[in-house]
């Protein structure tokens, strides 16, 4: 008889990789495509962690643990709440019409 060992993976941490303005502007519109909200609240959560969160509070007019609690899991933040994050990432929301309509 064998056994079966489970194979271990590393924890992929995607701040690491959110270093361009263009790469976060394209992961952020990814994620807001998905339906589940919490979706894109996780992603700008990895942009700001990526950015630090410090001074993105400070450029939101936010303070840290306001932010911190913005952008958990669940949360239903305000869209002057989300704007003022966009902006100090130095992001925007784009509307686009669906294609195949």
Known sequence: MTLKRK???????P??????DALIAEYLSLAAED???D?????LSEVVRA???AQIATDSGLCRESLYKALSAGAHPRFETINSVLRALGVK???VAKRGR
Do not use: S
Not at 15 to 20: G, K, R, T
């Open 39 to 43: 979706v894109f609240l996780a992603a």
């Open 35 to 37: 339906p589940n909200p």
């Open 15 to 20: 701040a690491a990789y959110l270093f361009d």
């Open 7 to 13: 194979k271990a993976y590393a924890r992929v941490e």
């Open 93 to 95: 929301i784009a509307v």
């Open 51 to 53: 950015r630090g969160v």
